[in-house]
């Protein structure tokens, strides 16, 4: 499915972050563009649409984004780079996405937030300084892989300070964290997957996916984890509409 993504749409689940806002966004941006004949204007359309629809969802509680679940690379954002990305306010989220993960030039994000060339700059910049205040993997796939089996296998490797988040959970520390994640060295039906570009777990139940965990590693220690537990939205992430 990703390689079929184009521009637009990988410009929308950047912004949003949710596989049915994306298309929802894409497809009203299509709507409108038909009605000008100005199809060179459909990435600032589909821009446009997603802010607007991530001010209308910041009245909402948390919920957990949609990763790209896969069984080799991919490089679409990891679980810890939308959860990031969704605790931006709409405008700081469009800035940072718009300049930091597609190179657009201020004087064309600025109309869009409302601002001034340097007042999306700062905007951007804000964004920036959260984002990039996560855990990051410093270690490729493969790496990461040998560091979450030794997890598995019982081995010592959470970082003193990791952190948990989840649907209802957000943890911090190893004595906090251990507790809740070892529930995965023991339970029955745990398989590899890439989530969003990092080492994961699908867990199941009688062949059907539950649950999806995202693990971020640093200088060989587990530095984040991030988990989808809430079964309805693990199902549509394996099976959506």
């Not at 446009?48 to 509680?61: E, F, H, I, P, Q």
């Amino acid at each position: 499915m990703i390689g079929e993504w184009d521009q637009e749409n990988r410009l929308a689940y950047r912004m949003l972050g949710r596989f049915a806002e994306a298309a929802d966004a894409v497809r009203q941006a299509r709507r409108k563009i038909e009605k000008t004949g100005e199809p060179s204007w459909l990435h600032t359309v589909v821009a446009r649409v997603s802010l607007t629809m991530l001010r209308a969802r910041a009245k909402n509680g948390f919920e957990m984004p949609d990763p790209v679940v896969s069984t080799g690379p991919n490089h679409e954002p990891g679980l810890g780079v939308l959860t990031a990305l969704d605790a931006l306010t709409p405008d700081e989220r469009v800035a940072y996405v718009l300049h930091d993960m597609f190179e657009e030039p201020f004087e064309q994000v600025a109309p869009l937030i409302g601002r001034t060339p340097l007042g999306a700059l700062q905007v951007e910049a804000r964004a920036r300084k959260r984002v990039e205040n996560r855990p990051v993997s410093d270690v490729g796939l493969a790496e990461q892989r040998e560091v979450v089996d030794a997890f598995l296998a019982g081995k010592d490797v959470l970082d003193p300070d990791v952190t948990l988040r989840s649907e209802e959970i957000w943890l911090r520390g190893a004595g906090m964290v251990g507790p809740k994640a070892a529930v995965l060295q023991t339970a029955p039906c745990v398989e590899r997957a890439v989530v969003g570009g990092e080492a994961g777990l699908v867990s199941t139940v009688e062949g059907q996916p539950v649950a999806l965990v995202a693990f971020t590693v640093r200088e060989r220690k587990i530095a984040a984890i991030h988990a989808i537990t809430d079964r309805e939205h693990v199902r549509r992430l394996f099976s959506p509409e």
